[in-house]
């Protein structure tokens, strides 16, 4: 059923077909004149202070553009949420990719000479370079205990239900970091004078930049501008990168007098010196009744930060509120840390913190279930969160989900009975390669967390043209994900007009409302709705004016611009109203909805090669409601890849604080032959405050991959697996003994 | 791209006698035939050659002969060639399957047998197979032409048996008997375009239920590609029904020498190159 002209129809990719044909300009196509190319002499050892800088004699340096900390004109520091990262370091260093100069000429080989020929003496201080060695404060390195944030959540009694327990456990679960491989490395293009900062590039939040911007130079809001090219994929990647990247190109221009200066990253940079995933250690105390009821979870999340605070509070955050997972639970412990480390910081990717502690607790029902001699579909069938129970910080559960349902749903697809009864007989014979079914539970918050939404205050606008047509002003940005398309149905749907109508503006801060950054899901559940409400705005106001009578809407736009002038609608954020959250207590509505799924994976462990090969994966999914049917199912397939990569085969290898294999061919994410065909179902119920009934589904994808996995292993060997990636050398040393 | 093409020359003959002068004038010059080793050192900045000889345009280098005893192969056959070849497929099975092992169909279409060799990475997917065929290469110079062993060729860690103004120009090998057994497997971190952490290649002759002709040779597990000579003694004249398993992993243990790298480790590549043996004998033990 679908009584909507747009909303749930394939529409196709709005810039689909310019990057097919390559017409779609990318930050390091443009062609500028007198343009510069920038390049960052970095630090090299994790922890020490800078005694001296040396050039390399008989070097023409007076040929570049030589930027250090003194030449900034305001601040030095990249502006988020605390001001606790220098723009370039100055005297101390905290990591070893931390930038110390900035170099910059017209000859882009030229300038990458030139940053070898640059020597940073530095006298080195011992670097804390793990989660153990931060939390024993040997050194401290950051604040007062090496600790960004810390979150404690409690419902109930835990110590007196763990006590009453038939069932007790304790395990710890790790999770490595991982690179987001985005198609196309960060890269920024900046100007700037006293007169004003133009910077342009591959970003996902416009308006981080324009306040990391603002901050360095200490210049009026407007004095900068802000606007995002193509931008090649992001997964949080480009959450807060790019402002450092601005920062950077802008000192180099404006030390050069407004010149245009260019950065633009290689793979190998890129991949070395930007945010990956967290890495994360979970241990979880639990206690189950006799007949499996989950009676008390005490769960301890720790997060690897780096050496910056940036985004390491939020995705702590998100970590602690999923650490439960999609259960019942009375009695519930949550303390999660996050820690410093004299890595480069750790940032936003894809799932945000949750995809960590729902890889712990989706483990560890599995182990439960084995301890407790019971199906793990009937230990969750027990303890499943059913709508009108109590979540962990208190939120009543308002989604009318049957999880059960969706659980069955999966189980069915991927034939689990079947194969949980069948597989240990085959497994039995003398062939190397055993078989597993397994699968995992979860949910994914939309939007941002408790009372965030209310206090990021989004605006999006509607415009209409003189020659009838409809732009989309928000800052929100397409980064392959779809929103240009989704923003255009939605649009359309509203202002009941054919799709052609609408045109979605490239952000640009001068141009566009700040509709809030490109992350958490909520560029469809929460800015779509604000277009759908302009939309509808804009529709009364042309009613309201005795237009629209015959349906003609670009007529009838075109009159009303001729009349007045103008033609401009608005819609602000406005909390769902029964939305209540104390950020003090972490009591309340951590999320407006949740995104629920069961994913079932059918595997192969080879015990010749200890590899692990997923062959069938199902991934059933309630997202309220597909706005476009065929990108929501690319990015639950995409999302999924992802997930099998950081289970299986991503591996950043660390050595003294810095990536070792910061090559994509030591850094292997799966291709084509690795991945099973992934199989997409959705369960719509649309959700009241989503437009057209949406929920925000781009990270939901990557959070549950990890643990089916892991779960079919143990089907398959009858072994813990407590740790991804589980590479097949890990897997040999659970399998053989280390 | 951090390598820099402007501080570098290439030498561009345009015959085989005018690469083999330029290649004793200029021993300093690293030939290159496809360029799909050389070019990601470079372009991460990391090779250290300024002065190239390119050898891609050579006809005298190509082409794939077949006769009654032997195949030879030009040292630019391209994997692309190997793969694609009807013959192969059926008497050379695990040549081409480690062909298309190598990386991917672009890299297959411009990397080629002699280069491969040539670049002498221990992790190289072909010369397992090559070692286990018993090949040989021609290695040519103004001075003449010497054929020698491909067993012989690897000295250690990216060195070997080619003088500075040598270039292979041909790899010949003998076309095995039929009804043999072959087995090739590599092991990478992923199932496609990966640098292989172990690979086992194998030909064997079974008759009378005994083995009478072993070859086996491994992959990254040494500094070079290597034959596993020990394992080989230990199985060879064993009937088929009682092979001596535990004796043959002991030797073959003996025979390599892995170590701690990016891909893997050393205690990995032990214990599977081991089940590949084991893998490879169920296999054999079949025939």
Known sequence: MNDYAHIGRSVQRREGRAKLTGAALFTDDFKIEGLLHGATVRSRVPRGRITGIHFEEGFPWDEFVIVTARDIPGKNVVAHLIQDQPCLADGVINHPEEAIMLLAHPDPQRVQDA????????????????????????????????????????????????????????????????????????????????????????????????????????????????????????????????SMLACHAALLSWKAGGRPVKIAYDREEDMACTTKRHPSRTRIRSAFATDGTLLALDVELLLDGGAYTTLSPVVLSRAAIHASGPYRCPNLRVQARALATNTPPHGAFRGFGAPQSLFAIERHMDEAARRLG????????????????????????????????????????????????????????????????????????????????????????????????????????????????????VAAEALQAPVDLIMVVPPDTSLVPNSGPTVASRTTQVVGKLVLDAGLAMRKTLLDAGLLLDGDVAGAIRTYVARHGALRTESRYQKPDFMEWDDTTYRGDAYATYSWACYAVDLRVDLVTYETQVADFVAVQEVGRALNPTLAAGQIEGGVAQGIGWGLNEEVIWRGGSMANHQMSNYLIATAVDLPRIRVFFEERPFAYGPGGAKGLGELPMDGPAPAILNAVQHALQIAPRQVPMTPEVLMDLVEGA | MRGQPSLCDVLAPLNLDEALALRAAHPEARPLAGGTDLMVPFAAGRLPDRLFLNLWGLEELRGITVSDGEVTFGALTLFREIAAHPLFQREFPNLVRSAKATGALAIQSRGSLGGNIANGSPAADTPPSLLVYGAELELTSLRGSRWVPYADFHTGYKRSLLAPDELITRIRVPRPRAGGFHYFRKVGTRQAQAISKVSLAAWARTGNGHIQELRIALGSVAPMPIRARGAEKALLGRSGASLPLDAALEALQADISPIDDLRSSARFRRKVAGNLLADMLRGLALV
């Open chain 1, 374 to 489: 019971l199906d793990p579909a009937e230990l969750r069938r027990k303890n499943l969160l059913r709508t009108g129970d109590v979540m962990a910080t208190g939120q009543i559960m308002r989604d009318e989900v049957d999880l059960i349902a969706l659980m069955d749903r999966a189980l069915t697809e991927i034939r689990y009975a079947e194969k949980r009864d069948s597989y240990p007989t085959l497994n039995a014979s003398d062939d190397p390669v055993k078989r597993g079914v397994g699968f995992s539970v979860f949910m994914h918050g939309g939007g941002f967390t408790g009372s965030a939404e209310t206090m990021l205050n989004s605006v999006a606008a509607l415009e209409g043209t003189e020659d009838g047509r409809v732009r989309v002003l928000a800052a929100s940005t397409e980064m392959g994900q779809g929103a240009n398309t989704v923003f255009t149905q």
């Open chain 1, 115 to 242: 940053r070898e020929r640059v020597r940073v003496d530095v006298e080195p201080l011992p670097p804390v370079l793990s989660i153990d060695e931060s939390l024993r404060c040997d050194p401290v390195i950051w604040g007062e205990d090496n600790i960004f944030k810390t979150i404690h959540i409690t419902k109930g009694d835990p110590d007196g239900a763990e006590a009453q327990g038939h069932l007790r456990m304790d395990a710890t679960y790790l999770t490595g970091a991982q690179e987001h491989v985005y198609i196309e490395p960060n890269a920024i293009i900046a100007e700037a004078t006293a007169e004003g900062v133009l910077v342009r590039g591959s970003m996902q939040c416009p308006y981080y930049v324009h306040h990391a911007l603002h901050e360095m130079f200490q210049l009026p809001l407007e004095k900068v501008r802000v606007a995002q090219v193509e931008t090649g994929g992001g997964f949080g990647g480009k959450e807060d990168f790019p």
